[in-house]
DNA sequence: TACATAATAGACTGATCGTCTAGTTAATTG
DNA sequence: CAATTAACTAGACGATCAGTCTATTATGTA
């Protein structure tokens, strides 16, 4: 599996040696980690760098400004994110509706093994989007849509099975979950504590037509 | 103990009398309108105190530190958004439920009006919350409390009339109806609508046992 | 071998940050 | 009046910010 014996770099080499090969990877995910606790405007690439043991100049080789990093940054985000939720919500061993159930329990995992301090970058940015570069805005909501698109199919697929009512409004459905899922992860950093989003989902569950 | 009496004070004196009010409180002012549109950490004491062009030594004279002036513009906003809440969830002239729908298109053309740049502080403040100095964190907690009390007596008083459940948790019910409804706010933010809000009020409305 | 290019290295710029101190102004008293 | 003391302010301070610049060292290609 290990076939480090890629090509040998390019260009000078790193005066301390670096876990990664890929020094672009391993600035984005730094960045994720710094951005999804402090969120963009905070976060100072000089704290990224030290991080990772990349030097500035590196830094904007790699990236034409911190915007287009904060981009890369969410992109991976998003992608990784839809990863997960397709894991979870396409997982057809589990009826549809204890698939998200499985989704919250991972996110309070999640929370717990990084003590509280990291939310959701899209949530996160979504807080400051009036101070982003105009670009994020869309890139932001089109997440969400993805994110709804998922969630909708999984209420559809507990809609087939009878779950649900067969006239609820799935989409409708799924906005308000992530709408108010925001809410619940924020609230779970503030009171460092899970019960919000345990809270959340159970109402939402409690709340579904049937 | 008392000897302050004896001893009658020289030099100009302190204006116990007034404190000041006009320009602590325009700085008051002004940082609650920074605050809620970008958050603590990216608000810069200068943009506050050019608003309301007071000179940048004076601040200190005003506030021990930034740290200390954020309190003050929360417990501000605290005191504000209590008193906005009792007008809204105690008149009876409207039943329990209307009026938190009053509220709710309240917030409506509130964020319309300041063309949704300005969220919730007590939410945004949530959000970076770790990066905040430590006393915030009970601070924000607390104000949650306050709003999910007067929610529920709200609530209750709607179970009075038989409008909800009798078996319903009002206090569950209202700090899932907070929870839920800062990420409503982020959203209404992020998408320049008041449709999130619209949407998960309806969807909590919906969802009250009856 | 020669040259172009990839990548690292880090000092540097100018702006801005929160904070602090040394000062000025004004009111009161001896 | 002059001394005293509080109210208030101007501007300096070091730290840090995003971003630039030049130099250096490696590989790829001709």
Redesign the interface.
């Known amino acids: 599996m290990n076939l480090q014996i890629t090509k040998p770099r390019r260009g000078r080499p790193p005066k301390v040696s670096r876990e990664n090969q890929d020094t672009k990877a391993e600035l984005i995910r730094s960045g994720l980690e710094q951005l999804t606790?402090?969120?963009f405007?905070?976060s100072g690439i000089d704290q990224i760098l030290k991080k990772v043991k990349v030097p500035k100049g590196s830094f904007y080789h790699y990236f034409a400004s911190k915007e287009a990093f904060g981009q890369a940054v969410i992109e991976n985000y998003a992608n990784y994110f839809a990863n997960k939720l397709d894991v979870c919500l396409l997982d057809e061993s589990y009826p549809p509706l204890t698939r998200i159930s499985n989704f919250v329990e991972g996110a309070k995992i999640g929370m717990i093994r990084h003590q509280f301090?990291r939310?959701c970058l899209v949530?996160?940015l979504?807080?400051?989007?009036?101070?982003l570069p105009e670009s994020f805005?869309q890139q932001?909501?089109d997440i969400?849509h993805c994110w709804e698109h998922r969630l909708a199919n999984c209420l559809k697929a507990a809609q087939l099975q009878g779950d649900i009512s067969k006239k609820a409004n799935c989409e409708?459905?799924a906005?308000?979950f992530?709408?108010?899922?925001?809410?619940?992860v924020?609230?779970a950093?503030?009171?460092q504590d899970t019960k919000?989003l345990e809270?959340?989902f159970n109402?939402f569950i409690?709340?579904l037509p049937r």
């Open positions: 606790e402090s969120g405007a905070s301090k939310g949530g996160n979504g807080q400051e989007v009036d101070l805005r932001l909501i969400f409708q459905l906005e308000c992530w709408i108010g899922w925001e809410g619940a924020s609230r950093k503030l009171v919000p809270n959340y109402h409690a709340a």
